[in-house]
């Protein structure tokens, strides 16, 4: 099982337990990934203010042409906004032949052209489709034991064209926590937005969003929160201080990757490969606790 | 006949033409649902379905000018819920993108933060996420810079002493000057209009 693993910018900073915990766990799995040669960032979402639709296009397709002449692996996006970004372009060319032209045409300008024939795919739905939940569970060492986590799966990983997951009520994230021994709690804000990218700009407004999903995730049990997204990760983690003076609450509420989950349950090291010294709010103790 | 509104097509028609996914908006029954899936919607002075009622009434200036047209944060719920498969969300950054062309600032610390993160990637193919912070604070002045920095010191402290924050400056990606060459090019083909 070979893939491109395009991490992105976030993964290499704000993100980065993301990425040091993903590797060893994947790789585990017996996925191996490699590296899309001098990628570039895929733009996230404020970039229309400085770009029209098409230059945000283009950047991305760079990255598609580039990965397209070196082999024929699926992409792996572990950000969601670098994922969507992706996919977004490859949707729309499938459905305008037109805006594949014009995408060549400034592809041309630097030596490269895309055919559209890279899939690009999200972590989660590699997971659970390729390697699947069984294999998951033949791998898990140290279960976590009905440890009560809540899935937060946030907007961009499976919003809007649903390859993998449903876009009203997923359940591929659960489905992953259960294979690891976890109970996955349900709770309705899983699929409301945290502020994403905007956050930082229009904090006085997003950390109400925030407050929301922490408050739903906590009356609905959760001892845990796991997301699959630099920016969801960011948003709740970073900021509950923030929030708790804003709103007079007291949450404290450690936010840990899938991926981290995956290495602690697979019984790898805590720091080297679970990457849980990154955490802001630590999480080793409530896990330590679960795998006893 | 005094209740007549004479509509005024001409910033419609300004609209489809030069704001990309602009023409999208001719589908919009002004159901309202895309308003009600939205995160942000109560800070909105005026929600989706307003501002593309707006178009057609011909009100460029509240239009242009509406904080609701940089609020929006990528979440794609509306674009899962109209139920005329209208992108909503393409159309609100393609307004965002067009009044910021045009000369108004809808949101000013966004259209700071969007412009830099676009600088960014342009000039380094990469964001550096310790440098964009502090270019947007500094956007509003030295002072207000100043505070701002305070204000999120304890965040990025903390985040440095995690190993999330990268050290030294975000190198160019090798290809960056053929980047820039694509990237004009689609400047130059694609919609988004001219400046004012």
């Keep these: ?292 | 006949m005094e209740n007549m509104v004479n509509y005024n097509p001409s910033f419609a028609e300004e609209v489809f033409r030069d704001v990309d996914s602009g023409d999208e908006i001719k589908m919009c029954m002004n159901c309202g649902v895309c308003a009600g899936s939205c995160p942000l919607r109560e800070h909105m002075d005026y929600p989706p379905r307003q501002i593309f009622s707006l178009i057609r009434a011909g009100k460029r200036e509240e239009v242009l000018s509406s904080k609701s047209i940089m609020l929006c944060t990528s979440c794609y719920a509306c674009v899962v819920k109209c139920p005329r498969d209208i992108p909503v969300m393409d159309v609100m950054h393609g307004l965002g993108h067009y009044a910021l062309k045009q000369g108004y600032v809808p949101r000013k610390d966004t259209a700071n933060f969007g412009k830099e993160f676009w600088n960014q990637v342009y000039k380094l193919g990469r964001i550096d996420e310790k440098d964009l912070p502090r270019r947007v604070f500094f956007a509003g002045g030295f002072i207000a810079g100043i505070k701002a920095m305070l204000n999120f010191m304890d965040i990025g402290l903390k985040l440095m002493l995690h190993r999330r924050m990268k050290l030294l400056p975000e190198r160019k990606i090798k290809g960056v000057k053929s980047l820039q060459k694509m990237l004009d090019k689609a400047e130059g083909l694609g919609k988004g209009g001219a400046a004012a």
């Excluded at chain 1, 290499?12 to 590296?35: D, H, I, Q, R, Y």
């Excluded at chain 1, 960032?41 to 283009?58: E, F, H, R």
């Excluded at chain 1, 372009?89 to 459905?95: A, G, K, L, R, Y």
């Excluded at chain 1, 400034?106 to 030596?111: D, M, Q, S, V, W």
Aim: glycine residues 8%.
């Design chain 1, 1 to 292: 099982m070979k893939y491109f693993l395009y991490w992105g910018c976030s993964l290499e900073g704000t993100g980065a337990n993301f990425l040091v915990s993903l590797k060893p766990a994947c790789e585990a799995l017996g996925m191996e990934f490699e590296e899309i040669e001098d990628w570039n960032c895929c733009g996230a979402s404020v970039s229309y203010a400085g770009a029209n639709d098409l230059a945000i296009k283009v950047l991305n397709a760079r990255n598609l042409a580039i990965a397209e002449a070196e082999a024929n692996y699926d992409i792996v996006a572990p950000c969601s906004s670098c994922y969507i970004q992706m996919i977004k372009v490859n949707h729309e060319i499938q459905e305008d032949p037109e805006l594949l032209k014009q995408v060549n045409e400034c592809l041309a300008e630097g030596g490269l052209s895309y055919k559209g024939g890279i899939k690009v795919r999200h972590i989660q739905d590699v997971l659970y489709n390729d390697v699947g939940v069984d294999k998951i569970k033949a791998k898990v060492s140290k279960p976590l034991n009905g440890l009560k986590v809540a899935g937060y799966v946030g907007c961009q990983s499976v919003r809007p064209y649903g390859e993998y997951d449903s876009v009203n009520r997923p359940v591929v994230q659960d489905r992953l926590l259960e294979a690891l021994g976890a109970e996955a709690v349900p709770f309705p804000t899983k699929i409301r937005c945290c502020g994403s990218g905007i956050f930082l700009p229009e904090i006085d407004y997003c950390m109400g969003l925030v407050k929301d999903i922490l408050e739903d995730a906590l009356n609905h049990g959760a001892e845990l929160i796991s997301t699959v997204c630099p920016m969801c990760a960011m948003n709740l983690e970073m900021y509950q201080g923030r929030i708790n003076e804003a709103y007079g609450t007291d949450f404290d509420v450690p936010i840990v990757y899938l991926t981290q989950l995956m290495a602690v349950a697979f019984g790898m090291d805590l720091k080297k490969d679970a990457a849980l010294n990154y955490n802001v709010i630590p999480p080793e103790g409530i896990l330590k606790a679960a795998i006893g």
